[in-house]
């Protein structure tokens, strides 16, 4: 009996360890990625592989975006490795084509290895292109976010966004002292 209660406590621990980081205390931009990476993990436990095997992460717990025929957006977030806060990013994003409306969704970017993070945390950009339908916490998109070394994860949608667009996405990462 023990050693199953000992292997159901171990299994149920499981699915936390990889967010083992604690956001600085006061820090209310670290507590809401916090809050917001068990979001993602909650809904989606698929993503635990992602947070095992990442060398790190980027955490945006509010992201925003509107437009009519051009279109911008942008946010705030952390960058996590191992069990600490690393650094702050903050991302902006222009975009032209047929779009109308605005939605504010989080994200969370897997960096697999050292060589990922290092071009993230350089600043280099990504084109995009996307198309998305959301009205509230209704709708979906495709958002081509997945290359070799980086997976990118969107969630919840909330707004009314319409569009068909390309634009230029930027990062800018800061390293914490």
Not at 68 to 96: K, M, N, P
Request: aromatic share 12%; net charge positive.
């Amino acid at each position: 009996m023990k050693t199953w209660l000992l292997l159901a406590a171990l299994l149920s621990a499981a699915p936390c360890a990889a967010l083992d980081w604690q956001p600085a205390p006061g820090d209310a931009l670290q507590r809401a990625a916090k809050a917001t990476a068990e979001a993602f993990l909650s809904e989606r436990p698929a993503l635990q592989r992602y947070f095992d095997e990442a060398h790190a992460y980027a955490i945006f717990p509010r992201l925003f975006r509107a437009g009519f025929l051009f279109g911008g957006g942008g946010g705030r977030g952390v960058v996590v490795q191992g069990d600490r806060v690393i650094g702050e990013a903050s991302q902006w994003q222009l975009t032209i084509g047929a779009q109308l409306g605005g939605q504010v969704h989080a994200q969370i970017i897997f960096f697999r290895d050292a060589a990922a993070l290092a071009a993230f945390q350089a600043g280099r950009a990504e084109f995009i292109g996307q198309t998305s339908v959301a009205a509230g916490p209704f709708g979906g998109g495709v958002v081509p976010g997945y290359a070799p070394a980086v997976a990118i994860f969107n969630r919840g949608p909330a707004g009314l966004m319409l569009e068909a667009s390309a634009g230029r996405v930027a990062y800018r990462y800061r390293p914490l002292d």
